[in-house]
């Protein structure tokens, strides 16, 4: 398996410009997470999603952030509109069957910057 | 609130020698914890779980210890190589959350 894949790699964008991640988990991972790693807050789990289920989206900073999963196999993290403070690496991790002590798979990460 | 710190000093250390990173954490009672390492540019990359009745956890040069008396999980590279060089996280989980400490920065001089 190519492990978790997410794209663009890197994004640069113009504040006020929407800017959409995308991510393919693991094939037979049935719970999907989304992280934003900065020098000053670490890894923060954005949002959780379980057989493409929402279960958890308060890390979700603000209305401007939203995430779907329409299938198994894709997700994305939508941001609009972008902000410099959004400016990151955007990390997707997926996992089995979360809970029991699975571990977490995570892809390469999209670094973000909004000018 | 729920506390993870792990050494806040990057640890600079010479070939062959052994490295211990700490990670305390408060207001948890995690049944497990994990240890990650990180690339620059790179996703973390799972190392080792160790579950809340195991004391010491080995995989080849890595021992990871876990007191939860102390609330502590002490995590060492022994005999470390430059290749070694990387962040390392420790996590625990919240109900379906896992939460990561800082990391250390380790850096190993040949």
């Known amino acids: 398996d190519a492990g978790v894949i997410q794209s663009p790699r890197h994004e640069v964008t113009e504040m006020g410009q929407e800017v959409t991640l995308r991510c393919k988990p693991i094939?037979?991972?049935?719970?999907l997470f989304w992280y934003r790693q900065t020098m000053m807050r670490g890894l923060e789990l954005l949002i959780y999603?379980?057989?493409?289920?929402?279960i958890d989206d308060s890390g979700m900073p603000e209305d401007r952030f939203s995430a779907k999963m329409p299938n198994a196999s894709f997700s994305t993290l939508k941001i609009q509109p972008s902000e410099p403070r959004d400016s990151a690496v955007y990390f997707c991790?997926?996992?089995?069957?979360w809970g029991g002590g699975t571990e977490a798979f995570f892809g390469q990460g999209t670094r973000l910057t909004v000018v | 609130s729920q506390k993870i710190e792990q050494n806040s000093e990057a640890l600079n250390i010479q070939e062959g020698k052994t490295a211990t990173l700490t990670c305390n954490y408060t207001?948890?009672?995690?049944?497990?914890l994990q240890w990650y390492r990180q690339d620059p540019g790179r996703g973390p990359v799972f190392l080792l779980l160790?579950?809340?009745?195991?004391k010491e956890k080995r995989k080849e040069r890595l021992k990871v210890t876990f007191d939860t008396t102390l609330k502590q999980s002490l995590f060492h590279i022994t005999a470390s190589q430059p290749a070694d060089s990387a962040t390392y996280l420790c996590?625990?989980?919240?109900?379906?959350?896992?939460?990561f400490g800082a990391g250390t920065t380790v850096t190993v001089r040949a």
């Open positions: 160790i579950r809340e009745n195991e």
């Open positions: 207001n948890y009672s995690p049944a497990y």
């Open positions: 991790a997926s996992s089995p069957v």
């Open positions: 094939s037979g991972h049935n719970s």
């Open positions: 996590a625990l989980p919240n109900d379906y959350k896992l939460s």
């Open positions: 999603f379980n057989n493409n289920v929402p």
